[in-house]
């Protein structure tokens, strides 16, 4: 089944205490990327890759890394994490742009709650 | 990418059909119209998408009016599985790097 797996599901953790969200996928897509949510601001991009070893940032980048070692992983890391970060976060693919109205069609992984005291 | 207006809410009988619109009075040529839901706290998913030409898949219709100034995704048979808040999305079919835009979208609430 072609599926955006992340975990964790569920955390929480406290100031400062580094952590990485995993994301993966099957669908042997080029481009993935990294949303947070949080009400009444909507989806918001964090960081984006292109393919393997290409990353960039998105719209809120700060606080964030991420790499891209293998075409199909794109691990979110919060070397510091602060409260401000507490949210709901997805990871997304889809395939590479120029490939027409697919190249639009994204997957979302299921999501990963964050709390950080 | 083209602003898109969709109503803040709808309701549905269960087995009927949902009728979602979407005004883009502003598309250009060249733009898609896509449509997304996401179901409470789940990640968004794809439903279907179209330029000019209806379309049908397992999930949706989309009907597209000939000016394409406006749209309308038809859950041919509601369910309560799909209540969840829909998304209308333009965008052109080369739009690079950047990100997905999701505006307020319809929250649809299906009743039994």
């Known amino acids: 089944e072609a599926q955006v797996t992340q975990n964790p599901r569920y955390l929480i953790t406290v100031t400062g205490k580094k952590l990485t969200v995993t994301c993966s996928q099957n669908?042997?897509?080029?481009?993935m990327s990294w949303y947070r949510q949080d009400p009444g601001l909507g989806l918001r991009q964090i960081y984006y890759?292109?393919?393997?070893?290409?990353?960039d940032k998105g719209d809120v980048p700060e606080g964030y890394k991420v790499s891209r070692k293998e075409k199909r992983n794109f691990p979110l890391i919060l070397e510091s994490p602060s409260p401000n970060q507490t949210s709901l976060y997805f990871c997304?693919?889809?395939?590479?742009?120029?490939?027409?109205?697919?190249?639009?069609?994204?997957?979302f992984g299921p999501g990963t709650r964050l709390l950080v005291l | 990418d083209a602003k898109t207006t969709q109503p803040p809410s709808m309701d549905c009988a269960e087995g009927r059909a949902a009728n979602l619109p979407c005004n883009h009075s502003t598309i250009s040529g060249n733009e898609y119209v896509y449509w997304y839901r996401q179901i409470h706290s789940q990640g968004p998913q794809y439903i279907i998408h179209g330029l000019k030409n209806n379309e049908t898949n397992e999930m949706a219709s989309l009907i597209i009016t000939e000016d394409r100034k406006s749209s309308t995704l038809i859950l041919p048979h509601a369910t309560l599985r799909d209540t969840a808040v829909y998304y209308c999305i333009v965008r052109p079919s080369f739009s690079g790097n950047t990100p997905l835009v999701f505006g307020k979208g319809t929250r649809l609430s299906v009743i039994a």
């Open positions: 890759s292109m393919n393997v070893e290409v990353t």
């Open positions: 669908m042997n897509h080029e481009y």
């Open positions: 997304a693919s889809r395939v590479s742009a120029g490939r027409g109205s697919l190249s639009e069609t994204q997957y």
